[in-house]
């Protein structure tokens, strides 16, 4: 399957003083890309948190920077579910700039009840969505 992608554009504000992405900032757009994802498909995050009492939270994360992204790129960052648990979904995920890889990452997310912060199991319908479409 192709993978979401989400565009990003970098703004000087990401960037740190030697005028590239501070490094923490990719895993932000990261994030994004994972939640543009989910609303794509037709699902909020808090509206989860409502119907379900479900949050997704990152219990781990691998980040290869490979090259810089600068001040005023356009980049694509993608989101692609590589392992479906019923309680976890493992991502791996991308940003581009054109055809060059800047940075990669395999990140793990835990489903957990919203009141007990204990694992809990990504409702059937959604998993099914999510396995299906990505």
Not at 31 to 40: F, P
Not at 78 to 88: P, Y
Request: proline residues 4%; charged residues 25%.
């Amino acid at each position: 399957m192709t993978p979401f992608t989400w565009p990003v554009r970098i703004y000087y504000e990401d960037t740190d003083a030697g005028g590239v992405v501070f490094y923490a900032n990719y895993l932000k757009f990261f994030e994004r890309a994972r939640t543009e994802m989910l609303r794509a498909m037709g699902h909020e995050q808090d509206a989860l948190l409502a119907k379900e009492g479900i949050i997704f939270v990152v219990r781990s994360v691998t980040v290869d920077y490979l090259q810089p992204a600068r001040f005023n790129d356009l980049l694509n960052v993608s989101a692609e579910i590589t392992l479906a648990k019923k309680a976890s979904l493992t991502f791996t995920q991308r940003i581009t700039r054109e055809d060059i890889i800047l940075c990669s990452s395999l990140i793990r997310i835990a489903c957990l009840d919203a009141s007990t912060l204990r694992p809990k199991a990504i409702p059937d319908y959604l998993l099914e969505q999510l396995t299906n479409e990505h």
